[in-house]
């Protein structure tokens, strides 16, 4: 809803706007959400304001989505979710995606892509976390990361941690498709 992250829009607040309380989604924003229902889209959360969170949360019914973000309990960082918004996208169905750029991550390492995953797992189940790259608008990626062809390296990590095939294909891919299966009218 709020564009880049450094701009708010007119349908919404941006998270960088950290400062501004009081506005989230505007009335042409709240148009927006109802015709986007109507055609099966699926509001993306990624750069929304607390607020603008929580209103396309109450002008809205089905799923939505965080398409790259980090989660705030691995890494305090105003860009990332807290539990609470976790825990809301998971009880409409939605998917989290974690976010690649290392200033959100907390570290440098494929490690921390990791343990922002686990934290979603740990607190709603593995069908609400996904990747979520931002390969267009990383700055700083975990080191030894240069593309998409270096996502091998994660997997492998994922296997040395424990993680079942199962658990490794939703994360890959399958609940993103599963979210945006079940967008379709």
Not at 35 to 57: I, N, R, W, Y
Request: some cysteine; hydrophobic content about 35%.
């Amino acid at each position: 809803m709020g564009g880049y992250e450094t701009d708010s829009n007119d349908l919404g607040r941006s998270s960088y706007h950290r400062g501004e309380k009081t506005r989230g989604v505007t009335p042409l924003g709240r148009d927006v959400l109802e015709c986007m229902e109507g055609l099966g889209m699926l509001p993306d959360l990624a750069h929304a304001s607390e607020t603008t969170f929580d209103d396309v949360l109450k002008y809205t019914k089905g799923p939505v989505m965080v398409s790259h973000t980090g989660v705030r309990s691995v890494h305090p960082s105003w860009r990332n979710i807290n539990d609470d918004q976790i825990k809301a996208v998971a009880q409409r169905g939605g998917v989290i995606g974690i976010i690649y750029e290392t200033m959100f991550l907390g570290g440098r390492t494929f490690d921390r892509v990791i343990d922002h995953l686990e934290h979603i797992m740990t607190l709603v189940g593995e069908e609400h976390a996904a990747l979520g790259s931002d390969w267009g608008g990383c700055l700083l990626l975990p080191h030894g990361m240069k593309s998409a062809s270096d996502l091998p390296r994660l997997t492998k990590n994922m296997t040395e941690r424990g993680w079942t095939k199962r658990t490794m294909a939703k994360v890959l891919g399958e609940n993103a498709v599963r979210l945006l299966r079940c967008a379709l009218p």
